[in-house]
């Protein structure tokens, strides 16, 4: 079983940068895949960034290369999403979650979820 808990949401202007947490507790290996999603009202879920946790590549949405990095802390078991040059069209709730092998860039592939995080980006 693996916990997921994610921070470091908020408010922030256009052009602006937040970090996203995601601190996960419980059972992990290197093997496991980690992801970013989104979700903005009305909208399906979306993929953001993935990689696995014991490392390597890493994975973008077209929209977000560039802007956006994942990367994690194996000391504090946490991974993070580092957003640069923010848009409102970023805006959404994130989640991380994690697949027990590899990535993927599917919601349905994942296997635990975090409670999710808001991000507003004001024009």
């Known amino acids: 079983q693996v916990q997921l808990v994610e921070s470091g949401g908020g408010l922030v202007q256009a052009g602006g940068s937040l970090r996203l947490s995601c601190a996960a507790s419980?059972?992990?290996?290197?093997?496991?895949?980690m992801g970013w999603f989104r979700q903005a009202p009305g909208k399906e879920r979306e993929f953001v960034a993935a990689?696995?946790?014991?490392?390597?590549?890493?994975y973008y949405a077209e929209s977000m290369k560039g802007r956006f990095t994942i990367f994690r802390d194996n000391a504090k078991n946490t991974v993070y999403l580092q957003m640069n040059s923010l848009k409102p069209e970023d805006t959404a709730v994130y989640y991380c979650?994690?697949?027990?092998?590899?990535?993927?860039?599917?919601?349905?592939?994942?296997?635990?979820w975090g409670q999710g995080t808001q991000v507003t980006v004001s024009s």
């Open positions: 419980g059972r992990t290996f290197s093997n496991y895949g």
């Open positions: 979650a994690v697949r027990r092998i590899g990535t993927a860039t599917v919601p349905a592939a994942y296997d635990y």
């Open positions: 990689m696995r946790w014991g490392g390597g590549s890493t």
